[in-house]
């Protein structure tokens, strides 16, 4: 599958796309008013655009997962992985559809008011829960796949503005091969 793709740049790109979609997440959560300001004028505008970009990569990444993607060249080379691969395939069109309640919920916060950001980020960090859960799925995936050592940190809410955002990333490589 995918010609002579070592498992190294499988995992690399994995690590990437999880990596730049906690950051967009970091940063659409950044643009939520503070809870105690009484009213922020268009935030709901700015929450939407963030919303709307991680949709359109969440959806481009799931399908990148499930046509030839990592995840299967996982199956191939460890085919007791396929019950875990499908139940993470399974999980794409919930997480999507979750996201989707929130941009829907944002759109129609009436007012905007301080406490309909307050709803929207909650809803977002309950979905971010899931996405997060769904992504410790997938390492652990391409960890017993691709015979490597994934070295996560804990995937707590919003890791501060460092771009990795907790995960490993493709240029420090903080993945080893298992013996």
Request: a negative charge; glycine letters at 8%; charged letters at 25%.
């Amino acid at each position: 599958m995918n010609g002579g793709m070592s498992g190294n740049v499988f995992v690399d790109h994995l690590l990437a796309e999880h990596r730049r979609l906690d950051h967009m997440v970091y940063q659409t959560l950044a643009m939520l008013p503070n809870w105690e300001e009484p009213s922020s004028p268009g935030w709901t505008e700015q929450m939407l655009t963030g919303l709307q970009s991680i949709r359109r990569e969440l959806s481009r990444h799931f399908q990148e997962e499930e046509t030839g993607g990592c995840l299967e060249e996982a199956v191939v080379r460890c085919p007791t992985l396929c019950s875990e691969v499908a139940r993470a395939k399974a999980e794409h069109a919930h997480l999507l559809q979750d996201l989707e309640e929130v941009i829907e919920h944002c759109r129609r916060a009436a007012g905007p008011s301080a406490f309909d950001a307050h709803v929207v980020g909650q809803e977002l960090r309950a979905v971010v829960h899931q996405l997060r859960a769904h992504e410790a799925l997938e390492d652990r995936i391409i960890e017993q796949g691709f015979n490597v050592c994934l070295e996560n940190e804990d995937m707590a809410e919003p890791r501060g503005a460092s771009d990795s955002g907790g995960r490993p990333n493709a240029a420090s490589s903080r993945y080893s091969e298992a013996e």
